[in-house]
């Protein structure tokens, strides 16, 4: 497996590596994340991504990652604990980042990052922006100091507060999902370039856009479904036109789009079966997409450079739109939290 450079850590990291939030009890339980994980490292992966969020992720991976000697690097997050969550309780981070140690059983996290700092109204991180600071920052500076954390980073889902976030120098990674893949492109442009000029590493999350990019709907799409734009529909169907003419899968083309760019350090995969893990892991030794598939790519792309007004950040295909909480549907991590909270 190729290594990249996670930006100024000067970590190396392995170019796929394993997202936490399905390395629970949410798919596979601690068993399947044991096997996931050895598999991984037999390809040289080296790298798991968590959170307090996603549902018993660090309990899980923890188990899992007890009897694992190769060197791993560990990436956990601020967020969602100890619940109610109150985001400028400095003691209740600090009481965090202590359980997240127990649960991995890690003496020292590797890069600690501030979870969805960047989404209007959810957690108030910040007391100010300019200069940036918050009881985050301040303990983030203490643990560093501690040698509790190595690194500090953001994991954030928008664009334009995001890409604030990062001008501030103040993190040494960014991790952005949603917003950079084979049909969304708006975070190359803000929050990456801002990374690639502080030497930041860049965490490409959400390739494969929580399935919506690999799961046909061409169905629906002819039904012009009320929630869809109709310029974000045209271009589904060149996307799947596209597939078809290339003799693609949906994940292969997503994961080839995805490591073409050398910004990006490393791509978290939300395995939840080893056979998902193994089909990551040969679509990337595939290498980058042929010139002319990504050319095209690229023009289906630029049909909508902008996400349209109030689109979901997950596109519903599939999925009853109508339905309970479905108007309201947030990223992956949400459900992780339901499942938490409803233990």
Not at 39 to 44: I, M
Not at 123 to 148: F, V
Not at 286 to 301: W, Y
Request: with cysteine.
């Amino acid at each position: 497996m190729e290594q990249r450079r996670l930006g100024r850590t000067d970590l190396s990291v392995s170019l796929l590596s394993v997202g936490g939030l399905y390395t629970s009890s949410l798919a596979g339980g601690t068993e399947e994340t044991a096997r996931i994980m050895r598999r991984a490292v037999d390809y040289g992966i080296n790298a798991i991504d968590t959170a307090p969020a996603y549902a018993d992720s660090e309990a899980t991976v923890g188990r899992a990652i007890a009897g694992i000697e190769s060197p791993l690097i560990v990436t956990t997050k601020l967020g969602g604990r100890p619940q109610p969550f109150d985001a400028r309780d400095i003691k209740g981070l600090r009481a965090s980042v202590e359980e997240s140690l127990r649960l991995l059983g890690r003496e020292v996290i590797d890069v600690l990052m501030v979870h969805e700092p960047d989404r209007p109204g959810q957690y108030p991180w910040w007391t100010s922006y300019d200069p940036l600071d918050g009881p985050a920052l301040q303990l983030i500076d203490e643990l560093k100091r501690a040698g509790t954390i190595r690194f500090a980073g953001l994991a954030g889902t928008t664009v334009t507060e995001l890409t604030a976030l990062v001008e501030s120098d103040r993190f040494d990674v960014v991790l952005t999902a949603f917003n950079y893949n084979a049909l969304f492109r708006e975070a190359r442009e803000t929050v990456i370039a801002a990374a690639i000029e502080r030497d930041m590493g860049v965490v490409l999350a959400s390739a494969l856009g929580q399935g919506f990019l690999t799961k046909r709907a061409d169905e629906e799409l002819a039904a012009k479904p009320v929630w869809l734009a109709e310029a974000r529909r045209r271009q589904f169907l060149a996307y799947y036109q596209l597939l078809d003419e290339a003799g693609m899968s949906p994940a292969e083309l997503c994961l080839r789009f995805a490591i073409s760019d050398p910004a990006v350090s490393t791509i978290p995969i939300g395995c939840k079966t080893v056979g998902h893990l193994d089909a990551a892991v040969a679509a990337v030794e595939k290498g980058p997409l042929p010139a002319d598939v990504r050319t095209r790519l690229d023009e289906i792309a630029a049909l909508v450079p902008h996400r349209p007004y109030e689109e979901p950040m997950i596109l519903p295909f599939g999925r009853d739109y109508f339905g309970p909480g479905i108007a309201n549907m947030g990223a992956a991590v949400q459900v992780g939290r339901l499942e938490q909270e409803n233990g």
